[in-house]
């Protein structure tokens, strides 16, 4: 099948200028989408998840308070979420614009965004909700393996690597995520109806969420966030 129009490989980051949200469920394919977005315009991609699991390996004071709640498949508090994030986009390699991928994850979060982004001079976010069945998500997350140098994502039953446990970029261990075994699942899906659902109606109200089919392969799901984000921009 042919898929057009093609998907550039790069972008001006000026072009960006602003926040792009990925919206969706735990394995919707935010992180995967978000590392080809981020990519493509050369902008930071900024995984919340991400960078709670760094600071558990840093052993850091906010890593340790985060650990057993992000094991137990719940929401870390705003408070500590909020902190790491507005540190974060003060950086100068944030100017031009961003990725989010697993935040905002509460209406206090988006809230809070809303202001941040406001205070730095950015304009409006385009928010992308990833719309996944829950049918497909215990399948994408416990098949999900993350690679431990570079943070590439694949999946054992969809996108396996070439060699069994070893990245394709760079040889590195393929491993699993804590939360992401079957038992944890519910707990997670559970929280994002509950607390992070309730942003497709804020964002919806405020004009500026687009929904994209995410059941469909990571290659069309890419051309929809590509051919979305270009007619939220105005179709340029
Ligand atoms: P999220 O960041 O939303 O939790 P990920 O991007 O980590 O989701 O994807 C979850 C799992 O599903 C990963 O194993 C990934 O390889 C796989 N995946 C992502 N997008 C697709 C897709 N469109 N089709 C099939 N598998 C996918
Ligand atoms: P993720 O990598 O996005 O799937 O996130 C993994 C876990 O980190 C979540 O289940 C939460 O415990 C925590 N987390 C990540 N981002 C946020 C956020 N924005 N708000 C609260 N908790 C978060």
Not at 96 to 117: I, N
């Amino acid at each position: 099948m042919s898929l057009s129009p093609v998907v550039p490989e790069k972008r001006p980051a000026e072009e960006l200028n602003r926040a792009v949200i990925l919206l969706g469920p735990p394995g919707a394919g935010k992180g995967t989408q978000a590392k080809k977005l981020a990519a493509k315009y050369a902008v930071p991609h900024l995984s919340t998840g991400d960078m709670l699991r760094e600071h558990i390996a840093a052993g850091t004071e906010l890593g340790a308070k985060a650990k057993p709640i992000m094991e137990r498949g719940e929401l870390v508090p705003d408070s500590l979420v909020l902190r790491i994030v507005a540190d974060r986009i003060e950086k100068p390699d944030c100017s031009h614009g961003f990725v989010f991928d697993g935040f905002p994850r509460t209406v206090a979060q988006a809230h809070y965004l809303g202001e941040l982004l406001k205070q730095h001079g950015f304009r409006r976010p385009i928010v992308i909700h990833l719309v996944v069945d829950t049918s497909l998500i215990l399948r994408r997350i416990t098949g999900r393996r993350m690679c431990k140098v570079g943070g590439e994502i694949y999946n054992i039953y969809e996108r396996p690597p070439k060699v069994e446990g070893r990245c394709d970029n760079d040889g590195g261990e393929l491993a699993q995520r804590p939360d992401d075994r079957e038992e944890i699942v519910g707990p997670r899906l559970k929280a994002y109806e509950k607390q992070t659902e309730p942003l497709v109606a804020y964002y919806t109200r405020l004009g500026l969420l687009y929904d994209v089919d995410a059941a469909k392969s990571v290659e069309e799901v890419e051309q929809s966030v590509w051919k979305t984000l270009h007619l939220a921009r105005g179709g340029h």
